[in-house]
């Protein structure tokens, strides 16, 4: 029986020790932060200008499908433009995390 409680306490303290985790401090100045924010800023001007492009290019798809009564080309120009929105959003929102990572005080 000893050998038992023995055996429990010392795979509870293994368990406990497993558990426990470190408060994280994450440091968003490190030397590959600045990199990182010019290659998001890089490929949000890439975005963001192949959208415009998609987007008129999916504009002439929704017109022409439109004047000669076909809804198939007018839906694929209705979703070309709605995933060129959707593009732009994501890549912002990847360019604004990482502001928002830079600009974090984490003591």
């Known amino acids: 029986m000893n050998a038992l409680n023995e055996a429990l306490v010392t795979v509870h ?3 406990i ?13 490190g030397p590959g ?8 800023n890089v490929v949000f001007a890439i975005v963001l200008t192949l959208a415009v492009i998609g987007g008129l290019v999916a504009a002439g798809f929704i017109v022409v499908g439109h004047i000669s009564s076909n ?9 070309g ?5 959707a593009g732009v959003a ?5 360019a604004g995390l990482i502001n928002w990572g ?5 003591a």
């Open 71 to 79: 809804g198939r080309v007018q839906k694929m120009g209705m979703v």
């Open 102 to 106: 830079q600009s974090l005080k984490v």
């Open 33 to 40: 932060v600045s990199a990182l924010q010019s290659i998001a």
């Open 13 to 15: 303290s293994r368990v």
């Open 90 to 94: 994501v890549a912002g929102g990847i």
């Open 81 to 85: 433009l709605v995933s060129c929105i």
């Open 17 to 29: 020790t497993v558990l426990t985790v470190a408060n994280p401090s994450p440091d968003f100045s």
